[in-house]
T-cell receptor
Framework: DAGITQSPRHKVTETGTPVTLRCHQT?????MYWYRQDPGHGLRLIHY???????DKGEVSDGYSVSRSKTEDFLLTLESATSSQTSVYFC?????????FGPGTRLTVL | GENVEQHPSTLSVQEGDSAVIKCTYS??????FPWYKQELGKRPQLIID?????GEKKDQRIAVTLNKTAKHFSLHITETQPEDSAVYFC?????????????FGTGTRLQVFP
């Protein structure tokens, strides 16, 4: 499982509250990603990072921000959660095009 | 941008039969095509991949074929078993920002009945 962990694994929050999800990897991989998975949509890229402090937007980045202050940690923040952000969030790392996924975080926004 | 279409969305087969899942992509610059298997409540896991300089790749009961001219690739599972039941995702790489990133299909739910 490429040494990837995510925390928390489950979270229920209310609309309008800030939420931060954490991804931690032990493989020293340069690239890290955040995806969301929703029925009928597969996996959609939110943001990605190609190094410490180097991040960029994916295809569904509105309402999300990220930070990477260390190689091993990639944080995803929902500044003000909305019900449309209820989803399963997967972190992934990438070494030479092969992506390895974390166990996922199930987020429910009420 | 890149778009990946995957069919069928659901597939039911009898144990021992073959299963085929097909994907098409739009960006002719794509050069890497992985397949992921996701069991219920688990993370997606890579099961096989193919690069654009190869037309076919096999790994035991699983094979992937690529037709770059037609821009489609397929996953073939032979002698299916109940433990093959899962959701399968195809993906294609495309340039995004500084590097090649994956665009995923919407998934195929495979059910193998004993």
């Amino acid at each position: 499982d490429a040494g990837i962990t995510q925390s928390p694994r489950h979270k229920v929050t209310e609309t309008g509250t800030p939420v931060t999800l954490r991804c931690h990897q032990t493989e020293n991989h340069r690239y890290m990603y955040w995806y969301r998975q929703d029925p009928g949509h597969g996996l959609r890229l939110i943001h990605y990072s190609y190094g410490v402090k180097d991040t960029d937007k994916g295809e569904v980045s509105d309402g999300y921000s990220v930070s990477r202050s260390k190689t091993e940690d990639f944080l995803l923040t929902l500044e003000s959660a909305t019900s449309s952000q209820t989803s399963v969030y997967f972190c992934a790392t990438d070494e030479r095009d092969t992506q390895y996924f974390g166990p996922g975080t199930r987020l429910t926004v009420l | 941008g890149e778009n990946v279409e995957q069919h069928p969305s659901t597939l039911s087969v009898q144990e021992g039969d073959s299963a085929v899942i097909k994907c098409t992509y739009s960006d002719s610059a794509s050069n890497y095509f992985p397949w992921y298997k996701q069991e219920l409540g688990k993370r997606p896991q890579l099961i096989i991949d193919i690069r654009s300089n190869v037309g076919e790749k096999k790994d035991q009961r699983i094979a992937v074929t690529l037709n770059k001219t037609a821009k489609h690739f397929s996953l073939h599972i032979t002698e299916t078993q109940p433990e093959d039941s899962a959701v399968y995702f195809c993906a294609a790489s495309r340039v995004l920002g500084n590097t090649d990133k994956l665009i995923f299909g919407t998934g195929t739910r495979l059910q193998v009945f004993p």
